[in-house]
């Protein structure tokens, strides 16, 4: 689908600045979406919003459904009643400037578990019916998701293939047996969740409230490790133990020599076609309950897929498989109507995934960083762009833009780029803001990094390294009137 001509800022909620350590749904995410609308902004581009497990990577999440609880606000819930002003004294003294992400879980929490057993107690009696109908509108995947998470628990946090026997199975009696063992740790994070949701809506609501619309993100692919395999083994390629026989992962490329080795299982597609794609529709159902547009991770991956041999220490040994093509995107529109879908079309573009892409007039992204390699036939600079397109300085994955100028790029890159811009490269992020804004592109997307003309210090991901990602975060002292006002004058300029 076309969309109305528009400009945002890319920023996961975990950069919020905050007292606890990592970004949250309360007053600062708040005063985020006001800043948007002051600056003239009508797009508010996130990662996905899901439980992150091993190495912190919202990539890699313990649910394809559910919500992080790292990102509750505490003071929130000393507005519920639940948590009280004591209980937020006791918070560490946190950097500012970079999510120390292990003493944050271990305080966080502990700040949850305090809230639920108060809540059990009788504290925040206001949110009783609220919680009783969400468990009953997304029993669905809670139930199972409570249930994993519990047992991940009560098993050390090792993966669900090292439980017993019974449980790597779902033997209904085993299941069962679960459920009642554990039926209190269950309810926690059935409670997790719903406060996680509850104020989630309540930011996503602000922002609509304020014309503005969040793009969320689908990855393709669900982590190993997650309640989505464990409930639903049937859709995955997994031996009789539970175990991976082939995973996921990209060849070779702009960001890896060795490619890069992701580790996802591998959906059975003849499976997921067989129920309608039934799993894959409640998923895009439950992800636009939360955004208002999804970009699709690795769009590539739905025409055809990379599969590696589950034993391959590199993404360099594998085959192109064919993924589900158009009866996937059919099934979704039938269900849906529309599709508010950004195709992630970077990486290796074949004629099969553009026609893909444009079968369904999905918008694909450009990135400005990977323009000036080169010449000026190049995809990626805008006077190549349709208008059905969403224009990127940068993404998660890249270098900051001045990180990339004094880093990450070539000379000959850099000497194209002045010479492209008619600059000296002295403020490059902000040239390829305005280069991003002034395009045809329907949409065009900044990461607040390059809004602060920040370096690579700032960058948030760097693909093919599993520490030391996801961190980075922001303090309002670095978000001054002029850059407000910078960052409007560029919208109205260009009718964004």
Same mark, same amino acid.
């Given at each position: 689908?076309?969309?109305?001509?528009?400009?945002?800022?890319?920023?996961?909620?975990?950069?919020?600045?905050?007292?606890?350590?990592?970004?949250?749904?309360?007053?600062?995410?708040?005063?985020?979406?006001?800043?948007?609308?002051?600056?003239?902004?009508?797009?508010?581009?996130?990662?996905?919003?899901?439980?992150?497990?091993?190495?912190?990577?919202?990539?890699?999440?313990?649910?394809?459904?559910?919500?992080?609880?790292?990102?509750i606000s505490p003071e929130k819930l000393v507005e519920d009643g639940v948590l009280t002003q004591g209980d937020l004294e006791a918070a560490p003294d946190f950097p500012a400037h970079a999510v120390d992400f292990g003493p944050v879980i271990q305080f966080k929490l502990k700040l949850l578990?305090?809230?639920?057993? +108060?809540?059990?107690?009788?504290?925040?009696?206001?949110?009783?019916?609220?919680?009783e109908s969400f468990k009953k509108a997304q029993a669905w995947w809670l139930d199972d998701f409570a249930l994993f998470m519990a047992l991940k628990d009560s098993h050390g946090g090792v993966v669900w293939s090292a439980w017993e026997p019974e449980l790597v199975a779902r033997a209904p009696k085993a299941v069962a047996a679960a459920h009642a063992e554990a039926a209190e740790a269950v309810e926690s994070h059935r409670f997790r969740q719903f406060l996680f949701f509850r104020q989630w809506s309540a930011v996503k609501a602000r922002a609509n409230a304020a014309g503005i619309k969040i793009i969320g993100d689908i990855p393709i692919f669900v982590a190993y490790d997650s309640a989505d395999v464990w409930a639903h083994p049937e859709l995955f390629h997994l031996d009789g133990h539970g175990k991976s026989t082939a995973v996921a992962g990209v060849p070779p490329d702009y960001f890896s020599r060795t490619g890069q080795l992701w580790g996802n299982p591998l959906y059975r597609w003849d499976k997921l076609k067989a129920t309608g794609y039934a799993w894959w529709l409640e998923r895009f159902r439950a992800t636009l309950a939360t955004v208002d547009i999804v970009r699709l991770d690795h769009f590539r991956g739905f025409e055809a897929y990379w599969e590696i041999p589950a034993d391959m220490p590199t993404a360099e040994v594998g085959q192109w498989v064919k993924g589900p093509g158009a009866g996937f995107f059919h099934a979704l529109k039938a269900a849906l109507g529309t599709l508010?879908?950004?195709?992630?079309?970077?990486?290796?573009?074949t004629p099969e995934m553009l026609a893909l892409r444009d079968q369904f007039d999905l918008p694909g992204m450009k990135v400005l960083q990977f323009a000036f390699s080169s010449d000026g036939a190049d995809p990626f600079?805008?006077?190549?762009?349709?208008?059905?397109?969403?224009?990127?300085?940068?993404?998660h994955d890249n270098?900051?833009?001045?990180?990339?100028?004094?880093?990450?790029?070539?000379?000959h890159e850099r000497d194209f780029a002045r010479r492209y811009l008619g600059r000296d490269g002295g403020d490059i992020a902000w040239d390829f803001i305005r280069l991003a804004f002034s395009s045809v592109a329907d949409m065009a997307v900044a990461p607040l990094q390059d809004v602060l003309n920040l370096g690579t210090e700032a960058r948030m991901n760097l693909p093919g390294t599993a520490a030391g990602n996801w961190g980075w975060r922001f303090q309002?002292?670095?978000?001054?009137?002029?850059?407000?006002?910078?960052? +409007?004058?560029?919208?109205?300029?260009?009718?964004r």
């Open positions: 689908m076309a969309f109305p001509r528009a400009s945002g800022i890319l920023l996961h909620p975990t950069s919020l600045p905050g007292r606890f350590g990592i970004g949250d749904l309360g007053a600062e995410a708040a005063h985020w979406v006001d800043f948007l609308a002051s600056a003239g902004q009508k797009l508010w581009q996130v990662l996905p919003l899901g439980p992150t497990g091993f190495g912190d990577s919202p990539y890699q999440c313990f649910s394809a459904m559910a919500g992080n609880p790292y990102l578990d305090q809230a639920y057993h +108060r809540f059990r107690s009788g504290a925040g009696k206001p949110l009783r019916p609220e919680f508010p879908i950004i195709a992630e079309d970077l990486g290796v573009v600079l805008p006077h190549n762009y349709p208008r059905n397109c969403v224009v990127y300085s940068g993404t270098d900051t833009t001045r990180g990339w100028y004094e880093h990450s790029s070539k000379e309002w002292g670095q978000i001054t009137d002029a850059i407000r006002d910078r960052l +409007r004058e560029l919208t109205i300029s260009y009718l």
